[in-house]
């Protein structure tokens, strides 16, 4: 009886001297893979659209309270007014998280690990997809401009997979953006009828 214990015993240990070490690998390839991220998403400047801006004391600074959580619900935006002809194209809003254009108007999304309002139930390979393909979660509507998944396309998987890392990894910020607005039809010209003769 003795015996089996100890043999247990033995085996046991074995088994957990074998565990720890792939767990300790494990580990450190996901802090790699974070810090990869944190690398990539500076870079790519994920904060330019996807962090609100807030006015300090030198002028509009990003509001790292809210890193990573896209246009804030509590910002409800106006209609975007008309540009007159000509060569200006686009709009964006004070945040740099609102922009209107011939595409309609699209808010930059929460990014955060969130699980209602952000990302907190993707999987990485949807991220992936997300990218790579130009439509949401990889299957729904096309993401819209300003975001440059045509160029961001063209990273690797693994290091798109290290920036959804870096992401999962910053704090949660509840904060539900607004719904993609589609362009609104221009106004029809009146219809004239000929008068009879």
């Known amino acids: 009886m003795i015996r089996h214990s100890l043999i247990a015993m033995a085996i046991g240990m074995a088994a957990?001297?074998?565990?720890?070490?792939?767990?300790a690998a494990d580990s450190k390839g996901a802090a790699a893979s974070v810090k990869r991220g944190e690398y990539l998403v500076g870079i790519l400047g994920c904060h330019d659209c996807h962090t609100p801006l807030k006015?300090?004391?030198?002028?509009?600074?990003?509001?790292?309270?809210?890193?990573?959580?896209?246009?804030?619900?509590?910002?409800?935006?106006?209609?975007?007014?008309?540009l007159p002809e000509g060569p200006w194209l686009w709009m964006g809003a004070a945040t740099n998280t609102a922009f209107a254009g011939p595409w309609g108007v699209s808010y930059s999304s929460?990014?955060?690990?969130d699980k209602d309002t952000g990302m907190g139930k993707w999987k990485p390979e949807e991220f992936v997809a997300a990218i790579k393909t130009?439509?949401?979660?990889?299957?729904?509507?096309?993401?819209m401009p300003p975001m440059p998944w045509q160029a961001y396309r063209n990273l690797s998987d693994g290091d798109l997979k290290a920036v959804f890392a870096y992401l999962q990894a910053q704090p949660a910020v509840r904060n539900q953006v607004p719904q993609y607005q589609p362009p609104q039809p221009s106004a029809a010209a009146p219809v004239t009828v000929p008068a009879k003769k």
């Open 134 to 143: 130009g439509k949401h979660a990889g299957v729904a509507r096309p993401i």
């Open 110 to 113: 929460n990014l955060t690990a």
């Open 55 to 82: 006015m300090g004391p030198k002028g509009p600074e990003p509001d790292m309270k809210r890193a990573f959580s896209g246009h804030p619900q509590d910002l409800v935006m106006p209609p975007a007014p008309k």
């Open 16 to 23: 957990s001297a074998l565990i720890q070490p792939a767990a």
